[in-house]
Structure formats: structure tokens, C-alpha cells
């Protein structure tokens, strides 16, 4: 349904995407990924014909959204950042207004209005139809946004971080909401929270600094998770630094950081993928016999993974460190 090839975007001298490439096959639901400023609104508003891209290709239904715009945007829905409004207008005024300008027949409007209104939970459990904009609360504005892209009934949902600046309860209600809308459209929605694309997305696409550095099911890029692995360990006995540097003396160990707590030492130790290293650290603990209250292996979770893929640079050199 959006098939995307050698996309690069260029403001100025700034490159804010530089050369991706992904698909995305029809009643799916993409979470686009990735740190301020890794180039997802800029992605998602090329893929809208708000911007041209610099060069490469992007198609939307089969469509390309530089030669083929007007058929691009009637099969697209978009909700962008800050969902523009007109406050002074009524929610019903402000969605019949937007439905005639979509240029939907005035004999469908009050109908496609009532069809998104009622979606995106605006009729119940409360009337908000004739609510001013300016008396909305954030997340009812929110609504209006989304039931504002669903009026011709699109077959693409593009939303820009759909819940930004939403409180738990209304992200719960919308993460439940775009749920529901993927059953029927296909829908590319970015984030840059790793939890909320996990529950909605079927398909995670992860960007940094304008590349895909990732891609996958929430399941497929949590078992490339698996490593580094890390062994937490506290013990007394002896000297922090010399107990870290015996740690790190341990075949397959990558780093050894420390820190105190009163007379215990605590041991981040990490070793390489998949490695579990319990084991050897135990042995080595029990020959110089340290005494020990905890030992655990961490196994690093998705957000991990998403931090290192995003905001780290991996040294790959072995290292002893005091995190004090
Ligand atoms: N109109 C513009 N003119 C110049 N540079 C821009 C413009 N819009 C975005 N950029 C730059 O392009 C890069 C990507 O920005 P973009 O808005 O696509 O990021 P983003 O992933 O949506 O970030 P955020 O999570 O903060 O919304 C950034 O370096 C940004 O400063
Ligand atoms: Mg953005």
C-alpha cells in the first residue's frame, strides 16, 4: 500500500532523511520510530504531498505522491503534530466544513460526519457535536483531529504522534482507538515512545538521524535484543576497583562498571551476546571469597535496544569504570 524507495530529503543543507527504503502492505498497522528530529513528520509529510522529497520515490496506493497527488491525498488521511484547528467553531460546524472541502457530495456530509464522529467517540458517552474547539479539551481536540482525517473514509491513516501531550487515560483511549481503525485501514502512525508503538504496531520501523536503523515485529526486534547481556552483582570483600578489574579478568567480559552502596559494591558487568556469564562470575566471587548478596542477569528489554539503536555509540572496547 505505501511502497517507499531511496527517499532523501534535503532542507537547505540539512539532511533530514537520507536515502530509506520500506513497504507497507495494506491493513497493516507501521509504527514509525525514532528520537526528535530522526525525520519521521518530515517522512510522513512527504508521503502526504505536503513536501516534495529531494529525490527517490514514494507511492501510496500504487500512486506516487509527486506526479499523482490529488489521487494520493484522497486515499490518505493525515493527522499532523499540532492538529490545526478553527477554535471558534463548533466540533459539528468544523467537521461538515471539513467534509465539504474534501469535496464530498453535501448529500453524504452530515452522514460521513456522524460515521467519524461517532468512531473517534465523540457523540458518546458525551455530545461533544456542538462544543465549541476553543472549550475542547486536549485530548476531545485530538479526536476531532482523527474523526477530521477519517470523513472520506480513507484507506491510509498517516498520524504524527497521535498522542502527544495526551494524559494517561486519553492515551489509553486513543492507543484503543487506532487499534480499532487498523482493522479496517492501513495505518502508519510515528512515535518516539517505544511502549505505545509496541501495543499498536504490528510493524515497527526504527529511524535515526534520518536512516532506518531498524525494522521488524515488536517479537522479531525483541529477540535481536538479546545481547549485550549483563550479570548485576553485589559484593564486599575487597577493594571496588580490584574486584571490578578481577570481574573484567573473566573470559567474554566486555566492561565491568561499579558503584558503592555503604560497604557493598555493586558490578554491572557485560558480557557479549547471549552470554550469560552467572556462572563464571559466581566461581570467581567464591575463589577470592567475596561475600555476595545478589547476582542476576539483566536481559536487556526493547527500550534498551531502542536507546543503543538511537543514542549510543557502541566503543566495542573492554572497559572498568566507577559510575560514582
Ligand atoms: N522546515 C524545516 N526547515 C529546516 N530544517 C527542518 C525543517 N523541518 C525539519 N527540519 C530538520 O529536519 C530534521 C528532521 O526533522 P523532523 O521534524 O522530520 O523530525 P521528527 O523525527 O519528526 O522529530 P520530532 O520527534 O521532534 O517531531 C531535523 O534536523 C529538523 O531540524
Ligand atoms: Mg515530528
Not at 536515502?19 to 528530529?37: E, H, K, M, Q
Amino acid at each position: 500500500m505505501i511502497d517507499v524507495k531511496n527517499l532523501t530529503k534535503y532542507y537547505g543543507r540539512t539532511l533530514a532523511v537520507d536515502n530509506i527504503s520500506f513497504n507497507v502492505d495494506a491493513g497493516s498497522v507501521v509504527g514509525f520510530l525514532g528520537p526528535n528530529g530522526a525525520g519521521k513528520t518530515t517522512t510522513l509529510r512527504i508521503l502526504t504531498c505536503f513536501i516534495p522529497a529531494t529525490s527517490g520515490s514514494a507511492k501510496v496506493g500504487g500512486f506516487d505522491v509527486f506526479s499523482q497527488s490529488v489521487k494520493v491525498r484522497s486515499r490518505i488521511g493525515y493527522m499532523p503534530e499540532n492538529v490545526p484547528l478553527y477554535p471558534e467553531m463548533r466540533v459539528r460546524e468544523y467537521l461538515m466544513f471539513r467534509a465539504a472541502l474534501r469535496g464530498l457530495p453535501s448529500k453524504q456530509r452530515s452522514a460521513a460526519v456522524d460515521r467519524a464522529a461517532e468512531r473517534c467517540w465523540l457523540i458518546s458517552p458525551e455530545d461533544m457535536m456542538r462544543r465549541r474547539i476553543d472549550q475542547l479539551s486536549r485530548g476531545y481536540r485530538q479526536r476531532v483531529g482523527l474523526a477530521d482525517c477519517l470523513l472520506h473514509d480513507p484507506e491510509v491513516l498517516v498520524l504524527d504522534e497521535p498522542t502527544i501531550g495526551l494524559d494517561p487515560a486519553q492515551v489509553r483511549e486513543m492507543r484503543k482507538l487506532i487499534g480499532s481503525l487498523g482493522e479496517k485501514h492501513t495505518v502508519i502512525l510515528s512515535s518516539h515512545i517505544l511502549a505505545e508503538v509496541e501495543q499498536v504496531c504490528k510493524e515497527l520501523i526504527v529511524i535515526s538521524s534520518g536512516r532506518i536503523v531498524a525494522q521488524g515485529t515488536p517479537g522479531e526486534l525483541r529477540r535481536r535484543v538479546t545481547g549485550p547481556s549483563r550479570v548485576i552483582v553485589e559484593v564486599k570483600g575487597g577493594q571496588p576497583e580490584l574486584m571490578a578489574a578481577a570481574v573484567a579478568d573473566i573470559d567474554g567480559v566486555l566492561d565491568v562498571q561499579y558503584t558503592r552502596s555503604g560497604n557493598w559494591t555493586r558490578l554491572t558487568v557485560k558480557g557479549g551476546e547471549n552470554a550469560d556469564l552467572r556462572q563464571d562470575v559466581a566461581a570467581l566471587i567464591a575463589a577470592k571469597g567475596y561475600h555476595l548478596r545478589e547476582l542476576r542477569r539483566e536481559v536487556s528489554s526493547l527500550e534498551d535496544f531502542f536507546v543503543q539503536m538511537t543514542y549510543e555509540q557502541i566503543s566495542g572496547q573492554k572497559g572498568i569504570g566507577n559510575r560514582e
